[in-house]
């Protein structure tokens, strides 16, 4: 028999101070009230109630087993209600991973206004280069950079993702500007590294890929610190166009090379197919799509 609701039925019986009246509350038969005290007592291997003609009353085990059965059937409960709750409305701990330069400049941004519409979602976001299991790691969803692999999860395709190269007025100013790819052998080019990797800039054009441009002698895993070097003019930088936006708007760093930039790369939300249906998560769905998606 199912002992939760042996359990149920047994706590009944005690609170309506006779089998029959536990029956009618449970809408069952006396017979089936006696087999549910039945089936935990022989799981237990002791009485837990003295049964008479007249009254009944619990032995000391059973006063013992029924105060621990009441707090366990509380806090089903209680596990059942927030379950409940969570799926009626946004609530609870989102998980989020972002690629460093698409999360600090674009998502981090635009967060304040998610949570203040969903007061009771936190959000714990994690900006890194690496690529997380999301089922291993209990993330509820992640933006990935670059052609995805097969796979179970569902992925919502965003606006693509463009690189720039830019430099300083000051830097082109004093080492010229590049007209195309060759010239750069004659520059500073500030590499990225992921993972103790060099990360090698690469261009192309119709007609076929460009060679590398020359070891740099800056080399940085992180977005923010390549952009701070090619600002103070050591040297031409390679990077997100999201990054750099707003200081080629202001002028402090020159888009070069247009025409032999990388083709762009996909963008895409992705999350396990068994967690679309929490509210906190569909909700951040919308969101994502509605300010990076696809027009």
Not at 88 to 109: T, Y
Not at 159 to 174: S, T
Not at 213 to 219: G, L, N, V
Request: glycine residues 8%; aromatic residues 6%.
């Amino acid at each position: 028999m199912d002992r939760l609701r042996s359990m149920e039925v047994f706590v009944g019986v005690v609170e309506a101070g006779s089998f029959t009246a536990a029956a009618r509350a449970f809408e069952m038969s006396v017979v089936m009230v006696g087999k549910h005290i039945a089936d935990l007592e022989q799981r237990l291997g002791a009485r837990l109630l003295n049964r008479t003609t007249r009254r009944q009353s619990l032995t000391e085990i059973g006063e013992q087993y029924c105060e621990q059965c009441r707090q366990i059937l509380a806090h089903v409960q209680s596990a059942e209600s927030g379950a409940l709750a969570m799926r009626s409305s946004a609530r609870g701990n989102l998980r989020i991973s972002a690629p460093v330069a698409f999360g600090s400049a674009l998502l981090a941004p635009l967060l304040p206004a998610y949570m203040a519409a969903h007061p009771e979602v936190s959000v714990d976001l994690d900006l890194s280069e690496r690529i997380s299991d999301l089922v291993e790691e209990g993330l509820d969803a992640a933006i990935r950079i670059g052609r995805l692999d097969d796979s179970t999860l569902i992925a919502r395709p965003l606006k693509p993702y463009g690189m720039v190269i830019c430099g300083a007025p000051a830097y082109l100013a004093r080492c010229g500007t590049p007209a195309t790819p060759a010239d750069l052998a004659q520059h500073q080019c500030l590499d990225f590294l992921h993972w103790r990797r060099v990360v090698r800039w690469r261009l192309g054009q119709p007609d076929g890929a460009l060679p590398s441009p020359q070891p740099s002698r800056f080399r940085s895993n992180n977005g923010q610190a390549v952009k701070q070097m090619a600002l103070n003019g050591f040297g031409l930088a390679m990077l997100p166009e999201i990054v750099v936006a707003e200081e080629i708007a202001q002028g402090r760093l020159v888009p070069l090379l247009r025409n032999y930039m990388p083709p762009l790369r996909p963008l895409h939300l992705i999350y396990p197919r068994g967690r679309q249906t929490t509210p906190k998560l569909s909700t951040f769905v919308d969101f994502v799509v509605k300010n990076f998606g696809l027009a």
